[in-house]
């Protein structure tokens, strides 16, 4: 109609949706690091932060700040203030108190000790527990079963997971973490995302269509990366929103995130993919590139006469090696970009449930225990030169993916039959082999299946580790199997930190 007007869009202002999170370790000269938070609001959104010392102005405006002796013993706090063109708002970051300095107790680092876990029923939902043994924090962030998650009309399930010792649990700031599995009794099925400070449940949502396996982006917090069988698509857990990255279809088909145990780079730019390729039917594994939507070097398994139905494929931290782990055990490496074969591993120093590291050196290694005797060793990926780390120890899964101390340390599960002297136990081995700490007992108790499996593995900054567990059985007959936070931020490995 002529000279009929046209409504002008409303600019909303910013609304915070998910508060900002302080993470990092905890003392006098460690950097900590303060998330935005996620807001809503017309876009563009800019942000600032002023960081308080038991509520008085410290530091600038600035995503870190390192606390100084007059912090300590005071709580930090991160004002995260949001702007558009419609307004601006506030949210405030969880508390952190800086402990006194010089005040961090030694781990226990004692091997000839075998001190059996203690018979204490399993930790209450939520609330810390203090190992009686190593005096670490444990905390079950899964609840009972039956009982309500939060306010998500959902319920929690007798058989609760995060994913696997080779996954982020956490999401790139700490303020979220992912639950893959609620299942048995009346779990329910779904996605669960629980607060990273606090472990209280945030979200729980469908799948999205296709799911088959997702990680979190390791640069954006609010973005998880997931395939389908023949596509790459985004996830955004706040919202349910979904998009394409790339569709494969016609090229690749029966997708997977490097036979779900793949690992990305650091940066979370490239990612491992297992396939079947249309064009001849050959099994491959290829890295991906998320920046410039890439294929990189690509490996055809079924050329090489190999299989991979218990294997995998994982890149290099750094990006530059993709890594095959190959059903009669033996790992190959390969160059990520060219494809072009770099060295093979085989026998007693594969490793076996290993991780990508980069050690003190700064050469990417794979960390874990060797395929036999399950001492702990690294594998230096450029030409495959392995160094032991420590003996006598039967360990299973390791984790090392935790980028604050990269260089630093592992961390590695035993189960009840691991012999001395870490039975049952959850360690943490530095990477120059000098000293291993031990964290706490995992209560695996005897009866222990697949699914009570700890899987442990570590948070990306902070002095945290996450593994399942059935706590001995707690007396139940159904055998429940909870995930627990273990934190030894109180806590240093001598000589390491």
Known sequence: MAGAKIAASVAT????????????????????????????????????????????NVGTDSANYTPVSGDAEHDITCVVTATNGAGNANATSN????????????LLIDTTSR????????????????????????????????????STGGIWGTNVHHQYNKHDVWNSDESMMFIETNGGGSGSAGLTFLHGQTYEVLYRRAAPAGWLEGKWDRGDPTRMIYCTATEIRTYNPVNGATASLHNFAGTYSDMKFGQYAGEPSYDGDIYPVTATRTSDGDKVCFAYKVSTDAVLGVVSVTDLGKTMDEGHCAISPLGTYLECYFDDETIQIFNCVTGAHVTTFSGVGSPSHATMAIDGNGDEVLFGSNSSGGDKIKRRLSDGTSTLLTTNSFGYHASSINYLDTGKWGIVDHFIDSGSPYVDELIVVAHNGSVVGRLCHLQLGDNMDYDGQPHSAAAPFSKRAVFASPWRGSGDPSRPVGVYVVDWSGFQLPGVG
């Open 95 to 106: 508390s952190v108190e800086i402990p006194p300095e010089d005040v961090l107790e030694d």
């Open 115 to 150: 001190p059996p876990p203690s018979t204490d029923p399993r930790p209450a939902y939520l609330v810390p527990y203090t190992d009686p043994t190593f005096g670490t924090t444990i905390t079950r962030i899964s609840g009972d079963p039956g009982s309500a998650m939060g």
């Open 13 to 56: 202002p910013p609304v915070n949706t998910v508060a900002p999170a302080i993470t990092g370790t905890l003392g006098v000269g460690e950097v900590l690091t303060c998330s935005t938070g996620t807001w809503t609001g017309t876009a563009t959104i800019t942000y600032s932060r002023q960081w308080k010392s038991d509520g008085v």
